[in-house]
């Protein structure tokens, strides 16, 4: 989930996800099970994500470049880069929706739970990204 809410760098995702583990591994303790221990966890893992981005929104405006950092092997590196490129489009709020519904699964009432946002919010996100991925992807339909 960190890899796609973040996109193609697996290595920062998986940093994300060890440090969501991590931290829930602390916050074990204080685990009050009013919520699916998964859910919980997501959250956890949203939080890392969403924090990623802010120190990386910063560390840009302050002129820092990391090194960039590739994967050699895919299995259709020019379709997983479309996708990607047209995740990387999307506003956080479209993208975070977008995955949790349609790559994790989620139902829309669990998105918005995990997200703290409203329902409609969730929904509008979802159908705002969905036209944004038909818009930048459509020449794929096409090909079918």
Do not use: N
């Not at 960039?68 to 490129?85: E, F, M, W």
């Not at 009432?109 to 818009?135: N, P, V």
């Amino acid at each position: 989930m960190a890899w796609r809410l973040l996109g193609s760098d697996r290595a920062e995702a998986e940093d994300i996800a060890q440090e969501a583990f991590v931290q829930a591994w602390r916050a074990l303790s204080g685990f009050r099970g009013e919520a699916a221990l998964s859910t919980w966890f997501y959250r956890i893992l949203i939080r890392q994500v969403q924090r990623h981005r802010r120190w990386s929104k910063l560390r840009s405006a302050l002129g820092y470049t990391p090194e960039v950092k590739t994967c050699d092997v895919r299995p259709d590196p020019g379709l997983q880069d479309r996708i990607a490129a047209a995740l990387d489009q999307l506003s956080s709020g479209q993208r975070e929706a977008f995955v949790l519904v349609h790559m994790e699964g989620l139902t829309v009432t669990e998105a918005a739970a995990l997200l703290g946002k409203a329902e409609g919010t969730i929904k509008s996100h979802l159908q705002r990204a969905l036209k944004a991925l038909r818009q930048q992807l459509a020449d794929l339909q096409e090909a079918r």
